[in-house]
């Protein structure tokens, strides 16, 4: 969901720089007043808006259809992943989402392709390795503020601390 996500806005984002080389100066407030303030509205769950900020989103559509369609596509991929109840039919159903989106959404459709076996894996448990990347990064924060440490016992104890256990 995040690579669908920072996909949408990058192209919002891209749509804005075209934007900012249109001449008729009508057209391009028009559009820029559109998209001003619609970076959290398309990132947003939809379920989660507010009126205004529905409002917005059909600001967004007269101005910018292409990102309609890429955000109607992002909450597809989130309704499969919140919807599902097993893997055989989240696979069949990502599968379907991904004949869509190859065009829209280039680097995540290569990502979800090549990390089909992982993401089917979510189904079956509904976990994700979010829990293991924060520990990760959280090493990685500890070992550059580690620098200078005189030997390996230091930097283990620093470890263990920040999760209050010791061996």
């Given at each position: 969901?995040?690579?669908?996500?920072?996909?949408?806005?990058?192209?919002?984002?891209?749509?804005?720089?075209?934007?900012?080389?249109?001449k008729s100066k009508s057209q391009k407030e028009k559009i820029l007043e559109g998209l001003k303030k619609s970076k959290y509205v398309l990132l947003k769950n939809e379920k989660d808006l507010n009126k205004a900020e529905e409002e917005k989103l059909k600001e967004v559509e007269k101005v910018a259809p292409i990102l309609t369609k890429m955000h109607a596509l992002k909450e597809e991929l989130r309704d499969i992943f919140e919807s599902s109840k097993d893997w055989s039919e989240g696979l069949l159903e990502i599968a379907d989402w991904l004949k869509?989106?190859?065009?829209?959404?280039?680097?995540?459709?290569?990502?979800?392709?090549?990390?089909?076996?992982?993401?089917?894996?979510?189904?079956d448990e509904g976990t994700t390795q979010g829990v293991v990347e924060g520990i990760n990064n959280k090493l990685k924060l500890i070992k550059r503020r580690a620098y200078g440490f005189r030997n390996f016992d230091n930097f283990r104890l620093r470890s263990f601390l920040t999760w209050e256990f010791m061996s």
């Amino acid at each position: 969901m995040k690579q669908v996500t920072d996909e949408l806005d990058a192209a919002r984002r891209k749509i804005k720089r075209e934007t900012e080389k249109i001449k008729s100066k009508s057209q391009k407030e028009k559009i820029l007043e559109g998209l001003k303030k619609s970076k959290y509205v398309l990132l947003k769950n939809e379920k989660d808006l507010n009126k205004a900020e529905e409002e917005k989103l059909k600001e967004v559509e007269k101005v910018a259809p292409i990102l309609t369609k890429m955000h109607a596509l992002k909450e597809e991929l989130r309704d499969i992943f919140e919807s599902s109840k097993d893997w055989s039919e989240g696979l069949l159903e990502i599968a379907d989402w991904l004949k869509d989106v190859s065009k829209y959404f280039p680097k995540s459709f290569g990502t979800i392709k090549r990390w089909i076996g992982e993401i089917i894996a979510y189904f079956d448990e509904g976990t994700t390795q979010g829990v293991v990347e924060g520990i990760n990064n959280k090493l990685k924060l500890i070992k550059r503020r580690a620098y200078g440490f005189r030997n390996f016992d230091n930097f283990r104890l620093r470890s263990f601390l920040t999760w209050e256990f010791m061996s």
